[in-house]
């Protein structure tokens, strides 16, 4: 919120509305920056995407629901010889978060030096194994919700796929799911068509607030 924690909360405490809101959610109307975060945590977990054209070919079978590249993507998004992207953006027999929930490090955050810049999982945990990891994040909408990495360091999606086709980049901490595979320019490009593909619906609720 371009703020301080600390200037954050004060502001909200400041507004009666909020303190009636969080005292009907917390049992209390003090707002702390952790209330915050857990708000925002809870609002954003009912923000659910669906019925993309990926939901109709992989869950209704609607076979003409993706385009020949996004079916060739679909495989090599699954094949683990391939893509291997599945491993970490999950999907299942009956739906697909896209995500395994836990952090992995992919290299991202690996500074000119080689040396981890963003120390990731491990700022809050101090275990060593989570030393540069970063949760999973979901693909849903990914297509429109660019540029990508924790950092916004890769400006679009083929950004990404030619990212992880590379292997990331090495540290000593490195997911042992990422490697350098051989991916052919139409390979990436069927990723990068298979990921548009999950574009779906958002609850019309979510958005700026209306109003002048």
């Not at 893509?83 to 697909?96: E, R, V």
Request: aromatic letters at 8%.
């Amino acid at each position: 919120m371009s703020q301080a924690h600390q200037g954050a909360a004060a502001k909200l405490q400041g507004d009666s509305e909020y303190r009636a809101m969080f005292q009907s959610a917390f049992g209390r109307d003090t707002i702390t920056i952790e209330r915050i975060e857990n708000a925002l945590a809870s609002f954003e977990r009912t923000i659910l995407s669906g019925n993309s054209a990926f939901d109709e070919y992989e869950y209704q079978g609607h076979r003409d629901a993706l385009s020949p590249a996004q079916i060739r993507g679909l495989a090599l998004f699954k094949d683990p010889l391939k893509g291997n992207c599945a491993a970490c953006h999950t999907i299942g027999p009956h739906y697909a978060l896209f995500t395994d929930g836990e952090f992995h490090n992919t290299g991202e955050g690996v500074g000119d030096d080689e040396q981890l810049a963003d120390l990731g999982r491990f700022q809050v945990t101090k275990i060593d194994a989570d030393m540069g990891a970063f949760k999973t994040p979901t693909l849903r909408n990914v297509a429109v919700n660019g540029p990508y990495m924790h950092d916004g360091k890769l400006k679009t999606l083929k950004d990404v796929v030619d990212f992880y086709a590379g292997g990331g980049n090495s540290n000593p901490h490195l997911d042992k799911r990422i490697s350098r595979v051989a991916l052919s320019g139409r390979d990436r490009s069927d990723l990068v068509e298979f990921l548009k593909s999950l574009t779906g619906e958002i609850p019309s609720s979510v958005g700026p607030p209306g109003g002048d």
